[in-house]
């Protein structure tokens, strides 16, 4: 059984392992962010970086927003971190953002660690469609 947006995300974490390998661990988050910007644009990984997600309670929206680093494909929300490891707080943040936007998948990238390190997390709740 195939992962959903497999190809996709397969394509996402590539360009990822790139930045990581050319810069390495120890940069704030930002300089990962403009590198992956490049590198999305070079391996042609339509992407939008700093897309405005509205939140929805109950079926309502919210005033507050959450700002995602990227959204890639239309569909994947890919949130940056440069720490020393992915902490179950950072998964469970994304989750979060996953049922509140309807988006279907999330990767949470790590750059901090001396290896890339990376989470697919998945939205189990249904929803009609995603509102990037």
């Known amino acids: ?24 661990a120890g940069f704030l988050e930002s300089v990962y962010q403009e590198a992956l910007e490049k590198e999305f644009k070079s391996q042609e990984i339509p992407f939008i970086r700093h897309q405005k997600l509205e939140l929805v309670y109950d079926g309502d929206p919210m005033k507050k927003y959450f700002v ?11 949130e940056l971190k440069s720490l020393p ?6 998964i ?22 001396p290896s890339l390190q ?7 709740t249904p929803s009609s469609h995603p509102n990037p």
Request: glycine letters at 6%; aromatic letters at 12%.
């Open 92 to 113: 469970a943040q994304l989750i979060n953002y996953l049922k509140s936007t309807k988006l279907e998948v999330g990767l949470l990238v790590n750059f901090g660690a």
């Open 1 to 24: 059984m195939a992962l959903q947006f497999e190809q996709e995300t397969y394509k996402i974490i590539g360009a990822c392992m790139r930045v990581h390998r050319i810069l390495g």
């Open 68 to 78: 995602a680093d990227f959204v890639c494909f239309s569909t994947i929300m890919v």
């Open 118 to 124: 990376y989470k697919r997390c998945i939205n189990t």
């Open 85 to 90: 490891f992915i902490h179950k707080d950072n």
